[in-house]
């Protein structure tokens, strides 16, 4: 969990909102591919059961590999379920899958010691520079683990007008994991992932989130707007990010431009 790249961990990033459908699996995706393509070492580890940045990265899980439920509840305390799970995908980017088994933790919870389990297993896992956990669309079991071993959260808003309290909701569950699990955790980034700048609301949004996070010289963490386009649909339908698919369309350059944020940021 500690924030070096340069010594072989890497950075834990959760990307994370307590809604579906906001544009976190499609940013997991792309930042990821973009990051990879910047030379970093990428691994994105999957625990929403829908299996979205699975199958978006060209994956198809077989019934005998291991997936993130199996580093979920693994009792060994070790990194072994993480090291077998790991698989690599053609664009540069390893990647734990998901698995529909994922649904019975988000229910039934991870049991005694379970919150920290991934934590302990990424702890010390070395070879990648960043890694992305995408998260399911609630404040859940599955989130509070991904947050407990994350070092920072990217949260992915919409620019409609439940943005401010989707902030602070988001907000309130990192104070409770600051409090018990990770002291350090903070909401280091904000983008907005399906962005359609036609509409008062949608224009105040973005205005409200560059003056609020957006003075990257003073540490600011606002990554940018992804332009709506269809072009993002028929990318995740060919299940490949959208720099292979269109690389030159609107969201395609919006989501290289916020790699290179991030991958600055990151570096410093
Ligand atoms: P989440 O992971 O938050 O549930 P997804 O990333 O799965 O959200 O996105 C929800 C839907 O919105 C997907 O069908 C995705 O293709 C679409 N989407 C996301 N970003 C864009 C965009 N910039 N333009 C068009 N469609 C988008
Ligand atoms: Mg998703």
Known sequence: ??????????????????KGGVGKTTTTINLAAELARLDMRVLVIDIDQQAHSTSGLGITVGPDDPTAFEVLTDERNQRVPLLEAIQKTEFGVDIVPAALALRQLEKGGLGPGGQ???????????????IFIDCPPALGALTEAAMAAADDVLAVLEAGPDEVDALVRLGSAVADVQ??????????????????????????VRAGLLQDWGAWSAGGAYLGEIPHTVRVREA?????????????????????????????????
């Open 179 to 204: 409090e018990g699990l990770n002291e350090a955790l903070e909401i280091r980034y904000v983008l907005l992932a399906d962005y359609e700048g036609n509409t008062k609301t949608a224009q105040n």
């Open 1 to 18: 969990m500690t924030a070096q790249s340069d010594d072989g961990i890497g950075r834990v990033i959760a990307i994370a909102l307590q």
């Open 116 to 130: 920290l389990r991934l934590a302990k297993q990424l702890d010390d896992l070395t070879g990648y520079d960043v």
């Open 236 to 268: 995740k339908d060919k299940r490949v990010p959208i720099a292979v698919h269109a690389p030159t369309c609107s969201a395609a350059v919006a989501y290289r431009d916020a790699a290179v944020l991030l991958a600055e940021r990151i570096r410093a």
